[in-house]
Every structure is written in C-alpha cells, then in structure tokens.
C-alpha cells in the first residue's frame, strides 16, 4: 500500500502549503485593514483642513458645512471674540 514516508512526506508538504495560504492571507487582510485605516484619517485631516480653511477664508462671516440633507452654519470663535458685547440697558425689565 503505502509507504509510511510518503504519508509523511504528503502530510508535511500539505501542511507548509495550508499554512503558507494562511499566512498569505492573514498578511492580505492586514494589509487591508491599514489601508483603510490610513485612507480615512487622510479624509478626516482633508475634511478638517477644509473647515479650517473655510473658516480663515469667510473672514468672520457665517459659512455652511453640509452632510447630505443635514447642513450648519459655523462662524469662527475668535470672531466671535471681537464682536461688540452688548449690555442690557438699567431700564430694560423684560421677563425671558
């Protein structure tokens, strides 16, 4: 029938090429979880830079940022800063 050192022989070279497809594979998909992972925090700095650049460029005006359906008007902080504060006059009694 067959000989002992050919089963021996078939097992171990069975087992290199499933653990040599596993390795691959293993491999590959990390591969692919850090591309991912470095193309989104690429798209996230872009989108952040965008928004920083807006900001810089509206020059203290309200600028929109949209989402699909979903959209805001942000204004700079330090716009807000120079802004004139207003005080309620002595007078002004109104319930809120």
Do not use: R
């Not at 594979?25 to 650049?53: E, H, L, M, P």
């Not at 949209?66 to 207003?86: R, S, W």
């Amino acid at each position: 029938m067959f000989k002992k050192e050919n089963i021996i022989q078939t097992l171990l070279i069975v087992w290199a090429t499933v653990s040599i497809i596993y390795i691959g594979y293993i491999t590959w998909t990390d591969y692919k979880v850090k591309g991912i992972t470095q193309a989104y925090q690429a798209g996230k700095a872009d989108t952040v830079n965008g928004i920083i650049k807006q900001s810089e460029d509206a020059k203290c005006q309200a600028f929109t940022i949209f989402n699909g359906d979903m959209k805001v008007e942000l204004v700079a902080t330090n716009c807000l800063q120079k802004a004139p504060q207003t005080q309620p006059t002595p007078g002004d009694t109104k319930a809120k």
